[in-house]
């Protein structure tokens, strides 16, 4: 795997304040086997004449128009027009650091089939980064330091989605852009850990990732909460969860009646437990609510943790420590 061809793949509709920024980027890398499958998504403004300028004067561009609507259409466009033995995403608003694809090809190439290379994001803004988007960074940076990241794959996307880059024939085992399922860049990284790709830790921030009030991840509906419990929930029926297992969903606050309800759609029996005194005892959606020291009689439990508070999860580790169950095995925390 000498000199692999990257191919990065870049959907973009609507960002000619900053395709420039971000093309200009990839062509200052270090690393100069590469080639960029941009695909305009009906945009409106001028990227598309933007981008046009770069494929002029640089072959590795190619830019190619998307006839449907929409980025999982695109991305699978781009994708269909790659060359690369390596695949890797690019955001049209974000750019890379000099080294950035130099240093993930290094990794792919001494750990080779079977792994993922990612890398620390920074995130940045003309307003200032607001304090959600601060935690998130700092959360997903500390789990790439040490390619935790699939362990918390129920909390957040672990898998920051313009900065991965992995084999051709991995991202083809996990089904490409194959999926009409929201958010897309979440379910791919389910579909990686699905199909037991490790991650290869990363201790450089090689990715700045643009925050800005009308970027996608805000105004599209596929970026809303009920996007993300319903995936959450439907790898973890799919992954972790087996008919014999006793199923518990622990908190009664709007995520978890969220996915109590869903439960009782499907109808798949599971305890209810919480801690809070006003609800242990009342009957929501035909299930009664008990307190978690039921956990203690409960066999063979999973459990689905929708406390967000930090204090409140480090007590409920605690708690599943003296049972001697263990996180990502025995309970996984939804939020």
């Known amino acids: 795997m000498t000199n692999p061809l990257v191919s990065i793949l870049i959907p973009f509709k609507n960002v000619d304040q900053y395709l420039e920024e971000c093309l200009k980027s990839i062509q200052k890398q270090t690393y100069l086997n590469w080639e960029v499958i941009a695909v305009n998504d009906n945009s409106s403004d001028n990227s598309l004449q933007i981008a046009n300028k770069f494929a002029v004067s640089d072959s590795r561009f190619k830019i190619i128009s998307n006839k449907e609507s929409g980025i999982i259409t695109a991305l699978r466009k781009a994708y269909k027009n790659s060359n690369g033995r390596f695949i890797s995403r690019m955001d049209a608003d974000d750019y890379?650091?000099?080294?950035?694809?130099?240093?993930?090809?290094?990794?792919?190439?001494?750990?080779g089939k079977g792994y993922l290379a990612i890398g620390k994001v920074k995130y940045f803004s003309?307003?200032?980064?607001?304090?959600?988007?601060?935690r998130y960074e700092k959360w997903l940076n500390k789990l790439t330091a040490t390619g935790?990241?699939?362990?918390?794959?129920?909390?957040?996307?672990?898998?920051?989605?313009p900065c991965w880059m992995v084999l051709k024939e991995d991202f083809e085992a996990s089904n490409a852009f194959n999926p009409n399922r929201y958010p897309e860049d979440y379910d791919l990284a389910f579909r990686f850990y699905e199909k037991g790709l490790k991650c290869i830790?990363?201790?450089?921030t090689i990715h700045y990732w643009r925050d800005y009030y009308n970027r996608t991840s805000r105004t599209s509906e596929h970026y809303a909460q009920n996007y993300f419990l319903d995936i959450k929930l439907h790898y973890f029926l799919k992954l972790e969860y087996k008919p014999t297992d006793s199923l518990v969903v622990w908190g009664a606050g709007k995520k978890g009646k969220t996915i109590a309800s869903t439960l009782v759609k499907k109808n798949i029996p599971f305890y209810w437990v919480c801690d809070n005194e006003k609800k242990i005892g009342k009957d929501i959606y035909g299930v009664l609510?008990?307190?978690?020291?039921?956990?203690?009689?409960?066999?063979?439990?999973k459990t689905i943790i929708t406390v967000a508070n930090e204090d409140d999860?480090?007590?409920?580790?605690?708690?599943?420590?003296e049972?001697?169950?263990?996180?990502?095995?025995?309970?996984?925390?939804?939020c």
Do not use: W
């Open 96 to 111: 890379m650091s000099p080294k950035r694809i130099e240093t993930m090809v290094n990794s792919l190439i001494e750990h």
């Open 126 to 134: 003309k307003t200032g980064v607001n304090d959600g988007y601060d």
């Open 148 to 161: 935790d990241n699939f362990k918390e794959i129920y909390k957040e996307c672990v898998i920051p989605s």
């Open 201 to 204: 830790p990363c201790t450089t």
């Open 289 to 301: 609510l008990k307190h978690y020291s039921e956990l203690e009689n409960i066999k063979k439990s």
């Open 313 to 321: 999860q480090s007590v409920i580790e605690s708690f599943y420590h």
């Open 323 to 334: 049972l001697k169950l263990k996180p990502a095995i025995d309970y996984f925390f939804f």
